[in-house]
């Protein structure tokens, strides 16, 4: 890489930008001239004509070609060119490292451009600066600002409707890592957050007692599970992982250990994802697949914080269900294994649920399977329509009727997530 960053580069461009302009400049001076070697003599057309001199170049017999000068508009054209290029690269940047009299450059631009913005809308920033977030949230002008906010520095891992993926929590619901409180959301956001569990294969001291670990979580938010698997995982749990998780399973909002019991998931709650979970532990540097949440402080400042915050409290956090019972869904995403297209029990928890909301309403469910760009193209649309059949089957079995579903043609996924999102099937009540 050294080659490549040496200073000799920028002479070499230097050198060759400026050998570049001399040259159209001589080509120009070159060109000016009104003999050309081999040049002949002829009479010019037309009674008392004079002679005229030719370049010597003739074309079926008598085309021949002038040797006249160039006009002296186009030289002049030509020339302020080559004076406008030198002017350009003496004020702005063009010669390798040189940065030009005017020290501009794209970063500056768009400093200078954010700046003036953010001037200009300062007074409106300051007003909602000095409201209680929850009041901002209750502000449909500063909610619309907050949401523009969203969807250009965090919908891309939340989801423009802010509902999440496989690694990147849902913030509609009521199940929140390290709170839901206004203040909590807005630390969040300034500061980023990166939970991290830790390996714990080796302390729990073998695969059959993390199988019956998985076994007493599955047991803990009600998931099919073998029940004496369940009460030999209880011991290694309550020893091991209690101290995040709780006894109870209801997780530590101060260590951002999520709750166990509420059947909301991260990463799913397959038994080889919760298995991988134990095994390799959760931690951004280690596992591929876990993801952190950035900080944006830096990026956003305290006034588009405050606005950001209110508007993602007002999706969750602020909107509480009641007491003991889940908000009713919107939507659902319906993962699937490895070239599978079979409804799991935890899948079709959710697509019940979806289900009660829809027949409690009057929309219609939309179905879309999504796959990615590897291997057949139809063989993975095939597979990604048995999908949404089964996703169908299942919520007719809920007691949708078939004529409130509407299935969409496959997708191929673009987003994050890893090979899980190019394996889901999503769900939206419109």
């Excluded at 809308?121 to 007003?127: R, T, W």
Aim: charge should be neutral; proline fraction near 5%.
């Amino acid at each position: 890489m050294s080659d490549f960053t040496s200073n000799f580069w920028n002479w070499y461009i230097i050198g060759l930008t400026l050998a570049s302009i001399a040259f159209c400049a001589w080509l120009l001076v070159s060109m000016a001239k009104t003999t050309v070697m081999g040049g002949t003599k002829v009479p010019a057309a037309g009674p008392g004509g004079k002679e005229v001199e030719t370049t010597g170049h003739t074309w079926d017999g008598d085309l021949a070609e002038f040797n006249n000068p160039l006009p002296r508009w186009w030289m002049w054209l030509f020339w302020i060119t080559i004076f406008f290029s030198l002017g350009y690269l003496l004020l702005y940047p063009g010669l390798g490292k040189l940065p030009g009299m005017l020290q501009w450059s794209t970063a500056g631009a768009y400093a200078k451009e954010s700046a003036a913005m953010d001037a200009k809308v300062k007074p409106l920033y300051d007003k909602y600066l000095t409201m209680d977030l929850k009041q901002v949230s209750a502000d449909a002008a500063a909610r619309g600002m907050g949401e523009r906010i969203f969807l250009n520095h965090c919908a891309q891992c939340h989801g423009s409707d802010a509902g999440g993926a496989r690694g990147f929590p849902s913030l509609r619901d009521a199940d929140w890592l390290y709170g839901g409180a206004p203040e909590t959301i807005k630390e969040s956001v300034a500061n980023g957050r990166m939970g991290v569990m830790p390996a714990l294969g080796a302390a729990l001291g073998g695969a059959d007692n993390i199988k019956n670990v998985v076994a007493y979580v599955h047991s803990l938010s009600g998931l099919p599970h073998d029940g004496t698997k369940a009460q030999l995982g209880r011991v290694q749990y309550e020893t091991v992982c209690a101290a995040c998780h709780g006894v109870d399973g209801k997780g530590n909002q101060a260590l951002g250990a999520p709750n166990l019991t509420d059947r909301i998931w991260l990463y799913g709650s397959s038994e080889a994802v919760i298995t991988e979970g134990i095994m390799k532990g959760r931690n951004v540097s280690a596992t591929p697949g876990t993801t952190t949440m950035p900080a944006f402080k830096d990026q956003l400042g305290p006034a588009k914080i405050h606005l950001v915050a209110a508007y993602v409290w007002g999706l969750g956090a602020g909107a509480q269900p009641a007491a003991g019972a889940l908000p009713a869904p919107a939507a659902a995403k319906v993962y699937f294994d490895t070239g599978k297209a079979d409804v799991t029990a935890e899948a079709t928890k959710a697509l019940t649920d979806l289900a009660a909301a829809a027949k409690a309403g009057s929309g219609t469910l939309s179905i879309t399977g999504f796959h990615d760009a590897t291997g057949s193209l139809q063989a993975n649309q095939d597979l990604a329509k048995q999908r949404a059949f089964s996703v169908r089957d299942t919520l007719k079995a809920a007691g949708v009727p078939e004529d409130r579903i509407e299935l969409k043609k496959p997708e191929q996924t673009t987003g994050t997530g890893g090979d899980a999102e190019a394996r889901r099937v999503e769900v939206t009540l419109r």
